[in-house]
């Protein structure tokens, strides 16, 4: 970053560790009194090497390391990943898993919702918000837990298919939660919808016009909030969305309100399509037939030695894909996340590389602070949503 002016202005370094940042971020701020003139993320804090980590790992056992990329969506994370390895094998998940793959998706975007809902408005001392929001993000982790085992690591989605069935009570549990949402969503709306001390924070603050929105590539809520329709799952539909009946929420002040505004609408549209998705859940298998992709049921073993030597080859040598490869986006809660996944035929991925929205859209950070006071810098951090995990990967 190029200091305009050393001798009158101040440097001022936020983080790595500061309540704002939503993370291990550190910004260097350059101030003319309060008023920012300078701002560049510092990123890299939490680097982990995970897209070379996969490359020594078979497709399977490195879907465990996408869970930790943006760990408020792991289902997402999971989902790209899993979806970019189908398309190089060339199949195609059972209805009902692709299915049950939605309903999940669905739920892991109203979590991942609720925490940039409940941080984003402590920020700005909405310490209310915070506490309901976080009370029905546990539900789902809940929820999640009943299906894998595990409230955020999931890792149930599986090349071909589902890590298993969902349980019985899974679907009753996803009807209650359907019926008590949108009372939660009304709280949540009536304590900051038209708070006055929430309307002078964020009207107004961090605009963004649609043509900068599309020159600097943020996607989501970000983009959505100044007017651009663009949506991957109604863009590019994936898992069946072009079966089900939802809006993609537009506003068109480009402000942190307005991207306030859209992702409280998207958590209304989630909700559409969790009851869609569930109402018309099919019957069926949650896994594809192909023993080489997919283990063969625990029942199998004992009476087919041919299945004991598939199960044996699966988890020891895991298995082959094409060579090729293969770009594949997904619209997860921060917008448009992208898997570029190649393959050299061989058990393990010769190279895979993402596009994580939060990386791009806090790419806009200094362009959206620039002028306005550092106070407003917290108010923006938190409305672009970002999860440094998937930044520095």
Same mark, same amino acid.
């Given at each position: 970053m190029e200091i305009e002016d050393a001798e009158e202005h101040m440097l001022l370094s936020m983080g790595p560790q500061h309540p704002s940042t939503h993370g291990v971020l550190r910004l260097l701020v350059e101030l003319d009194g309060e008023t920012v003139v300078n701002l560049a993320p510092d990123i890299g804090f939490l680097h982990t090497g995970i897209e070379k980590n996969m490359e020594a790992k078979t497709y399977t056992k490195a879907l465990v390391m996408t869970d930790r990329m943006d760990y408020l969506s792991p289902m997402s994370n999971n989902l790209g990943y899993i979806l970019a *390895? %189908?398309? @190089?094998? $060339?199949?195609? &998940?059972?209805? =009902?898993?692709?299915? *049950? =793959?939605? *309903?999940?998706? %669905? @739920?892991? =975007?109203?979590? +991942?919702?609720?925490?940039? @809902? $409940?941080? +984003?408005?402590?920020? @700005? &001392? &909405?310490?209310?918000?915070?506490?309901?929001a976080f009370r029905e993000r546990e539900y789902i982790l809940d929820l999640f837990e009943m299906v894998a085992g595990q409230r955020m690591m999931v890792s149930y989605f599986r090349p071909g298919g589902l890590w298993r069935d969902i349980p019985d009570e899974f679907v009753p549990a996803v009807r209650h939660f359907l019926d008590f949402m949108p009372g939660k969503i009304a709280d949540y709306e009536g304590l900051l919808k038209n708070n006055p001390i929430f309307l002078k924070r964020t009207k107004g603050v961090g605009v963004v016009t649609a043509e900068d929105a599309i020159a600097w590539g943020l996607t989501g809520g970000c983009l959505r909030g100044s007017g651009v329709n663009y949506d991957v799952r109604k863009a590019n539909p994936y898992c069946g969305y072009e079966q089900y009946d939802f809006d993609v929420p537009l506003e068109t002040d480009g402000d942190v309100y307005a991207r306030y505004r859209v992702r409280v609408a998207e958590i209304w549209q989630s909700l559409r399509i969790i009851e869609q998705a569930i109402n018309k859940l099919p019957d069926g298998p949650v896994q594809i037939s192909d023993r080489k992709i997919v283990p063969p049921p625990r029942s199998e073993l004992g009476k087919s030695m041919e299945a004991v030597i598939h199960h044996f080859k699966l988890w020891t040598e895991g298995f082959s894909v094409p060579a090729g490869f293969v770009y594949l986006a997904i619209e997860s809660p921060r917008g448009e996340f992208g898997v570029y996944l190649r393959s050299d035929g061989g058990p393990k991925p010769a190279r895979v590389h993402f596009r994580g929205p939060s990386y791009v859209n806090l790419a806009s950070l200094p362009r959206m602070s620039k002028n306005l006071f550092v106070a407003d810098v917290v108010a923006i951090i938190g409305s672009i949503d970002i999860v440094l995990g998937e930044i520095d990967r």
């Open positions: *390895i %189908e398309k @190089l094998l $060339g199949v195609e &998940a059972t209805p =009902r898993a692709q299915a *049950i =793959r939605v *309903i999940l998706t %669905e @739920l892991q =975007r109203v979590a +991942s919702h609720l925490v940039w @809902l $409940g941080t +984003s408005a402590l920020d @700005l &001392a &909405a310490m209310t918000v915070f506490l309901y």
